[in-house]
T-cell receptor, first 114, second 111 residues
Framework: KAGVTQTPRYLIKTRGQQVTLSCSPI?????VSWYQQTPGQGLQFLFE???????NKGNFPGRFSGRQFSNSRSEMNVSTLELGDSALYLC?????????????FGQGTRLTVV | KQEVTQIPAALSVPEGENLVLNCSFT??????LQWFRQDPGKGLTSLLL?????REQTSGRLNASLDKSSGRSTLYIAASQPGDSATYLC??????????FGTGTRLQVFP
C-alpha cells in the first residue's frame, strides 16, 4: 500500500512569486491536512480537506489556500511569497476527518524563498 | 488554548538504555494523543495512537501511556538503539478538531 506522496520535494522561489504543492493521500483516505513546520514555530496546522471540502482552517493569512480533488489528491497554494514562508510543508492523510484516526504523513516539501 | 510541552528538548544516551520521553498538555479534554518520530528533513512517522479512553499502547520496544487527568503522556523506549535517533513529537486532538503538536524531543543514541 503506497504511502502519502508529496511533490515536489524541494522548491526554491523568489519573493512575490506563487507556489503550488501537491499531496496524494493513501488510497482510500479522504482526509488531507496540511502543516507548516519551521524551527521557530514548530508544526502548525494550515487546513484540512475532506471529500473536497475545507472543514477546518488554521491561523494563516489568505495567501495560503488549498483545494481537494475528487480523487482526494490535494494541492496547497501560497501566493505573494514572503521570506518567512520558507519552511517544510507536510501533508497528512487519514481515513476520517478531524484527527480522530491515525494520521500518516508524507515526506514533505522543503520550500525556500529567496 | 491547548498547549503541548515536551521535556526534555534534547537527550543523548548510550545504546541499550531504557528511555522515557514526556509530553504535557494543558487541557485534559482531549480525544486522543499520537506519538510520531521525525528523521532530519523528513516527514513524520506515526508510532502510537492512544484514544482518550485508553491508558496505554504498545508496539515492539515502544510503550506509550496516557493520564488525561494530569495532562501527561510518556513514551517509553526499551533497550535503545542508534537507529532510534530522531526527534519525537507528540500531538493531541483537542475540541478544535485539529492536532496540536508539541515542540519535540531530539534523541541521540550513541554506540
Amino acid at each position: 500500500k503506497a504511502g502519502v506522496t508529496q511533490t515536489p520535494r524541494y522548491l526554491i522561489k523568489t519573493r512575490g512569486q506563487q507556489v503550488t504543492l501537491s499531496c496524494s493521500p493513501i488510497s482510500g483516505h479522504r482526509s488531507v491536512s496540511w502543516y507548516q513546520q519551521t524551527p521557530g514555530q514548530g508544526l502548525q496546522f494550515l487546513f484540512e480537506y475532506f471529500s473536497e471540502t475545507q472543514r477546518n482552517k488554521g491561523n494563516f493569512p489568505g495567501r495560503f489556500s488549498g483545494r481537494q480533488f475528487s480523487n482526494s489528491r490535494s494541492e496547497m497554494n501560497v501566493s505573494t511569497l514572503e521570506l518567512g514562508d520558507s519552511a517544510l510543508y507536510l501533508c497528512a492523510s487519514s481515513s476520517e476527518p478531524g484527527g480522530y484516526t491515525e494520521a500518516f504523513f508524507g515526506q514533505g516539501t522543503r520550500l525556500t524563498v529567496v | 488554548k491547548q498547549e503541548v510541552t515536551q521535556i526534555p528538548a534534547a537527550l543523548s544516551v548510550p545504546e541499550g538504555e531504557n528511555l522515557v520521553l514526556n509530553c504535557s498538555f494543558t487541557d485534559s479534554a482531549i480525544y486522543n494523543l499520537q506519538w510520531f518520530r521525525q528523521d532530519p528533513g523528513k516527514g513524520l512517522t506515526s508510532l502510537l495512537l492512544i484514544q482518550s479512553s485508553q491508558r496505554e499502547q504498545t508496539s515492539g520496544r515502544l510503550n506509550a501511556s496516557l493520564d488525561k487527568s494530569s495532562g501527561r503522556s510518556t513514551l517509553y523506549i526499551a533497550a535503545s538503539q542508534p537507529g532510534d535517533s530522531a526527534t519525537y513529537l507528540c500531538a493531541v486532538l483537542h475540541n478544535t478538531d485539529k492536532l496540536i503538536f508539541g515542540t519535540g524531543t531530539r534523541l541521540q543514541v550513541f554506540p
